[in-house]
């Protein structure tokens, strides 16, 4: 365990740069977007009731009030949050990758520690994790700074307001990354562990293979896709609804907990055989 929680302190050392600066990203172009939305709303209303003298009750008519989700759905919002998520799944590569790059190949260091190789595996996608939930949490954190400083731009006649559960469940975008309960943060985040550790796989057997791995890397993912969704495929075509729901539900959790198992004993299986000092 000692060793792991250095392995794993070790590696979100290397992508700490990468984490404040999208970090940084996130809260400037974000606030910038709460600032420029609510004045264009309210440099809109300044030009119909001041200048064209329309009365204010025929301007919010027309026009109605600003909600805070105007902000949430522009780009200035999501664009952070998009580079964030292409940030991470570049790394998902780039953290096994940059090891075999440069002149002293780091990976060998890392194989010839006094520890289980498998701990190089765990290490990494923990730092996958923590990563990831280290912008969501902070995405949490932002959103009622954001909001409060909407409301406190907007006059509240103008304003119509919303909670931020509201908010959240009414973006899709939003319900992926923040989900709404228990069950469906265990469910999408159970989700990404597994897909990073069948990437992970593929990488290792493209690095213990060279040209053939890229191969059998590509087999293993379509494999592993094939066999996850096998029971909904034989629920539609084959046994014509035979399961309920729950039933179907149960299924494809122990699906998804057997390939998590496959991909984490053939990574070791690879980093202890195939992949030499």
């Known amino acids: ?21 999208l970090l940084g990203i996130t809260f400037v172009v974000q606030m910038l977007g709460v600032f420029f939305e609510a004045k264009k ?21 027309m026009y109605g009030q600003m909600s805070f989700m105007e902000v949430v759905r522009s780009a200035w919002f999501l664009a952070p949050i998009a580079l964030c998520v292409a940030g991470v799944a570049f790394y998902i590569f ?11 190949t780091f990976i060998y260091r890392l194989l010839m520690l006094p520890t289980t190789r498998l701990n190089i595996f765990y290490a990494k996608i923990t730092t996958i994790l923590v990563m990831t939930f280290g912008l969501v949490a902070f995405q949490i954190i932002l959103l009622p700074i954001e ?3 909407f409301n406190g731009m907007i006059p509240i006649e103008f304003r119509n307001d919303m909670g931020l559960i509201e908010v959240v469940t009414s973006m899709p975008e939003l319900s992926l990354i923040i989900p709404n309960s228990l069950l469906q943060l265990v469910l999408y985040y159970g989700a990404g562990l597994l897909a990073v550790s069948i990437l992970f796989t593929g990488i290792l057997l493209e690095r213990s293979f060279k040209w053939k791995g890229i191969f059998a890397g590509l087999l293993y993912g379509a494999i592993a896709v094939v066999v996850f969704i096998s029971p909904l495929l ?10 309920y729901p729950i039933e179907l539900f149960m299924i494809e959790i122990v699906m998804g907990l057997i390939l998590l198992v496959a991909s984490i004993w053939l990574s070791g299986f690879l980093l202890k055989k195939k992949i030499t000092v």
């Open 1 to 21: 365990m000692k060793n792991y929680l250095k392995l794993v302190n070790f590696e979100f050392n290397r992508v700490a740069k990468l984490f404040v600066v």
């Open 41 to 61: 709303y309210l440099d809109m209303a300044n030009q119909q009731i001041y200048e064209e003298m329309v009365p204010k009750a025929q301007f919010l008519q």
């Open 94 to 104: 780039l953290i096994w990758y940059r090891d075999w790059v440069g002149k002293n």
């Open 234 to 243: 034989l629920q539609d075509f084959v046994l014509d609804g035979f399961f």
């Open 147 to 149: 909001k409060w400083i």
